[in-house]
């Protein structure tokens, strides 16, 4: 298949660096890695100001569907509109595509990457 000749990425390296820290018998370690904040004794804590934004969202969440592999066609469509303007010739002649991303695993920047690397136009 076309996939067969993609070979495996490396593996992330701020996950290595968690990996890393979890297995430093050090007292004194400190994790820079990105993830949350701490309290003192290492536990995740969460910021007062998110707590209170999840639960606005899970007060006006009227379902716990999938949103598809494309995402929100709403949130897609919105977000388009933000970007180029609801009349923008680029819309209105269906010149652009959108999916919705998580941004945490920079995953738009991934997927440019591979189309760079491994689709030929």
Not at 1 to 10: C, F, N
Not at 34 to 60: F, M, Q, S
């Amino acid at each position: 298949s076309h996939w067969a000749k993609i070979p495996m990425g490396p593996p992330d390296a701020i996950l290595g660096l968690n990996e890393a820290f979890a297995k430093d018998p050090n007292p004194m370690k400190i994790n820079l890695g990105a993830g949350a904040y701490r309290d003192d004794n290492g536990k995740p804590w969460v910021l007062p100001t998110i707590k209170k934004a999840e639960k606005i969202v899970l007060e006006n969440t009227k379902d716990h569907e999938y949103a598809g592999i494309a995402g929100i066609k709403q949130f897609n469509d919105l977000s388009v509109e933000f970007a180029y303007g609801k009349d923008s010739p680029a819309l209105t002649e269906k010149r652009v595509a959108a999916v919705q991303a998580i941004s945490g695993t920079g995953a738009c920047r991934v997927l440019g990457h591979f189309f760079n690397r491994f689709v030929q136009t």
